[in-house]
């Protein structure tokens, strides 16, 4: 990530027309603006105000700066004529001036990925620094389940720039739920929306010539491209989640064999080993029918002297075939029933170290302190429970959480059933 750029301008509207007034109509409830309007939205709708077309485009900064991994850039000192420009307008000075508009991407010089497209108006002043907040990331189409867990942290992007004569160094952030996250662009690289840039057609070399096109030239194609793409769809809200989360678990049990070995624990000795049948409870859990279990476990060993066993879960997938490991747990006596002890997961592991993966994991740890989502397992009479909780306060998380949660094990924690031979 050392090599990327960021391109960041500030610019606002002249009114070409200050004849007809300084106002603008909003193209949603046709209310009547000031031209100047402070927040850029409709005082009315609250829709974004489109100046599009109603006067002249005026730049009022402009840089292409190397960006750190933590968000921070540096650029040539501001003048005093851009302080000027650029406090006149938070002041409101000029009725025929739009409000200072934002418009920024990320460019990978290495891949030619332009990356990271943030359109704000100025959400906020304090002194000599403009703040820009957006609610929202507009997120790649990446696998579902690893979207629902991002947009579970409800990340949001700001940028706070310095405008002060002298200044030389902003910064961009990531703000997580519950804390400002330290690393910014790796997962912007990651996970926001991104083109490849393509030599414009005009640029494009002739016959005998060399293959050069320059940086600017691309970065240009790549950021023209990625402001062009269409909105995303917008996200699915809970209800739709579950339903979604139900058709996949249900689709999922029909698709994957589970095989279990139970041992005891620290001991290569297995008592019972079965092809088990999953049932998706049509809720939080899938169970598993271990018919004999609590015989064969009493058959094995004194209940009254027992201590800990050993329980690899395996599930096989029969359409991509594939293999993993979903659980690798000691269960200790508790009652009537016979609860998780401590829990590893080869296919967990594997599916962290992934790259989307790693960034997701990373993300989590750094707003919140750890990935908020364990599994939770039980066996009580001769059946296996499996479900996914929250590691803050225990309660069992919805479907589309274990959906969330089997489907990064199955799909980036598996192996290929050629490499087991």
């Given at each position: 990530m050392?090599?990327?750029?960021?391109?960041?301008?500030f610019?606002?509207?002249?009114?070409?027309?200050?004849?007809?007034?300084?106002?603008?109509?909003?193209?949603?409830?046709?209310?009547?603006?000031?031209?100047?309007?402070?927040?850029?939205?409709?005082?009315?709708?609250?829709?974004?105000?489109?100046?599009?077309?109603?006067?002249?485009?005026?730049?009022?900064?402009?840089?292409?700066?190397?960006?750190?991994?933590?968000?921070?850039?540096?650029?040539?000192?501001?003048?005093?004529?851009?302080?000027?420009?650029?406090?006149?307008?938070?002041?409101g000075?000029?009725?025929?001036?739009?409000?200072?508009?934002?418009?920024?991407?990320?460019?990978?010089?290495?891949?030619?990925?332009?990356?990271?497209?943030?359109?704000?108006?100025?959400?906020?002043?304090d002194?000599?620094?403009?703040?820009?907040?957006?609610?929202?990331?507009?997120?790649?189409?990446?696998?579902?389940?690893?979207?629902?867990?991002?947009?579970?942290?409800?990340?949001?992007?700001?940028?706070?720039?310095n405008?002060?004569v002298?200044?030389?160094?902003?910064?961009?952030?990531?703000?997580?739920?519950?804390?400002?996250?330290?690393?910014?662009?790796?997962?912007?690289?990651?996970?926001?929306?991104?083109?490849?840039?393509?030599?414009?057609?005009?640029?494009?070399?002739?016959?005998?010539?060399?293959?050069?096109?320059?940086?600017?030239?691309?970065?240009?194609?790549?950021?023209?491209?990625?402001?062009?793409?269409?909105?995303?769809?917008?996200?699915?809200?809970?209800?739709?989640?579950?339903?979604?989360?139900?058709?996949?678990?249900?689709?999922?049990?029909?698709?994957?064999?589970?095989?279990?070995?139970?041992?005891?624990a620290?001991?290569?000795?297995?008592f019972?080993?079965?092809?088990?049948?999953?049932?998706?409870?049509?809720?939080?859990?899938?169970q598993?029918?271990?018919?004999?279990?609590?015989?064969?476990?009493?058959?094995?060993f004194?209940?009254?002297?027992?201590?800990?066993?050993?329980?690899?879960?395996?599930?096989?997938?029969?359409?991509?075939?594939?293999?993993?490991?979903?659980?690798?747990?000691?269960f200790?006596p508790?009652?009537?029933?016979?609860?998780?002890?401590?829990?590893?997961?080869?296919?967990?592991?594997?599916?962290?170290?992934?790259?989307?993966?790693?960034v997701?994991?990373?993300?989590?740890?750094?707003?919140?302190?750890?990935?908020?989502?364990?599994?939770n397992?039980?066996?009580?009479?001769?059946?296996?429970?499996?479900?996914?909780?929250?590691?803050?306060?225990?309660?069992?998380?919805?479907?589309?959480?274990?959906?969330?949660?089997?489907?990064?094990?199955?799909?980036?924690?598996?192996?290929?059933?050629?490499?087991?031979?």
């Amino acid at each position: 990530m050392s090599q990327v750029l960021v391109d960041m301008q500030f610019f606002c509207f002249k009114n070409n027309t200050p004849e007809n007034g300084n106002t603008i109509t909003c193209s949603r409830c046709t209310l009547v603006n000031p031209y100047n309007s402070h927040t850029g939205v409709c005082a009315a709708c609250s829709r974004k105000i489109d100046y599009t077309g109603t006067g002249d485009t005026v730049t009022l900064f402009r840089t292409t700066s190397k960006i750190n991994g933590d968000g921070t850039f540096a650029y040539p000192p501001i003048d005093q004529t851009t302080y000027d420009q650029i406090d006149s307008n938070i002041e409101g000075g000029d009725e025929g001036t739009s409000p200072i508009f934002l418009r920024a991407c990320l460019f990978d010089p290495k891949t030619k990925k332009t990356f990271a497209a943030i359109e704000a108006t100025v959400d906020d002043f304090d002194g000599n620094s403009m703040f820009f907040n957006l609610s929202m990331i507009q997120y790649a189409p990446v696998q579902s389940h690893y979207l629902m867990l991002v947009n579970e942290m409800s990340i949001s992007i700001g940028v706070d720039f310095n405008f002060d004569v002298g200044s030389t160094t902003s910064q961009i952030t990531l703000y997580g739920e519950i804390d400002d996250l330290t690393t910014v662009v790796a997962p912007l690289y990651v996970l926001s929306r991104s083109v490849v840039a393509q030599t414009p057609a005009l640029l494009m070399p002739k016959k005998g010539q060399l293959p050069f096109v320059s940086q600017s030239a691309l970065m240009a194609s790549g950021r023209d491209a990625l402001f062009d793409l269409p909105p995303p769809p917008e996200p699915a809200n809970e209800a739709q989640k579950i339903a979604a989360a139900k058709i996949s678990l249900a689709t999922m049990v029909k698709d994957t064999a589970f095989v279990v070995s139970v041992s005891l624990a620290n001991s290569s000795s297995v008592f019972y080993h079965k092809k088990l049948v999953a049932t998706y409870d049509g809720d939080s859990s899938l169970q598993f029918a271990m018919p004999g279990f609590d015989a064969i476990l009493k058959a094995t060993f004194d209940s009254e002297k027992c201590g800990r066993t050993q329980l690899q879960l395996l599930a096989i997938s029969s359409s991509r075939n594939t293999i993993c490991q979903l659980m690798d747990t000691e269960f200790e006596p508790d009652e009537a029933l016979w609860s998780e002890y401590d829990i590893t997961s080869a296919s967990e592991n594997r599916a962290v170290n992934s790259l989307v993966g790693s960034v997701l994991f990373n993300l989590y740890e750094e707003d919140q302190g750890e990935f908020p989502v364990r599994t939770n397992s039980y066996i009580e009479n001769d059946t296996l429970f499996f479900s996914v909780i929250s590691c803050h306060d225990g309660e069992t998380y919805p479907p589309h959480f274990l959906n969330a949660y089997l489907q990064m094990c199955l799909l980036d924690g598996s192996v290929d059933m050629a490499e087991c031979e």
